[in-house]
């Protein structure tokens, strides 16, 4: 059962933004790190940003580096990914995670809290 909730999808044209949202507010225990993935069509499921709980450190995938960030509010209830120039290799399936505690930012087999995905679609 899915306690994250993504929003903010939809159909972009390459060079627009998007911001992603996820609701963890149904999380009972979200100490480690958050990570948004995603799935292009055809391809396996990729991380594409992370940060830890204290938000001092991130990791961006080499693909979407100075495009994508990645933050979440104060009260650690809504993660965002914001996506500009965005690109159409940039479609697919987007999916919000959490590790329920620290197990490492790049340790991307720990995130054991995840969203159902939303579709992201870049295209003229």
């Known amino acids: 059962q899915e306690q994250l909730v993504e929003s903010g999808g939809g159909l972009v044209q390459p060079g627009g933004s998007l911001r992603l949202s996820c609701d963890a507010s149904?999380?009972?225990?979200?100490?480690?790190?958050r990570a948004w993935f995603r799935q292009a069509p055809g391809k396996e499921r990729e991380a594409v940003s992370a940060m830890t709980i204290t938000g001092l450190n991130t990791y961006y995938a080499d693909s979407v580096k100075g495009r994508f960030t990645i933050s979440e509010d104060d009260a650690k209830i809504t993660m965002y990914l914001q996506m500009n120039s965005l690109k159409t290799e940039d479609t697919g399936v987007y999916y919000c995670?959490?590790?329920?505690?620290?197990?490492?930012?790049?340790?991307?087999?720990?995130?054991?809290?995840w969203g159902q995905g939303i579709l992201v679609t870049v295209s003229l």
């Open positions: 149904k999380l009972t225990q979200s100490y480690g790190a």
């Open positions: 995670a959490v590790q329920t505690s620290p197990s490492g930012l790049l340790n991307f087999d720990a995130y054991d809290n």
